[in-house]
């Protein structure tokens, strides 16, 4: 929840073009083209098997699946600055408060 809040403020159909490599990011976690998902580019390697626009619409279920991909890879939570730059180490307690876990 903390690395959703950091990559995308919780919103769903966000994109964030990467200058330094010319990939996108995709939706509310930020979901990167050029290792995850296929937007059309000739790098992306997609390795969670999907289109990156997927992760714009309202249903996460998709990006919720791929986000378990990318945490079995060696970077791990890592692959996100959100989560390294704001949640790695940190008391996060406060996005779960009230949830009941």
């Known amino acids: 929840v ?4 950091y990559e995308s403020t919780y919103r769903t159909h966000v994109t ?8 996108t990011d995709y939706g509310i976690l930020q979901i990167n ?3 995850w998902c ?3 580019t000739p790098r992306s390697k997609n390795l969670c098997r999907i289109d ?25 939570l890592g692959a996100w600055n ?3 730059d704001n949640c790695k180490g940190k008391d996060v307690s406060e996005f779960v408060e009230g949830c009941g876990v």
């Open 52 to 76: 990156c626009n997927k992760f714009t619409d309202e249903d996460i279920t998709d990006d919720l699946q791929c986000a378990k991909r990318i945490v079995q890879d060696p970077k791990g």
């Open 16 to 23: 964030h073009y990467n200058h330094n490599d010319s990939s």
């Open 2 to 5: 903390c690395l959703a809040y």
């Open 82 to 84: 959100g989560w390294k």
């Open 38 to 40: 296929e937007d059309g």
């Open 33 to 35: 083209s050029r290792w």
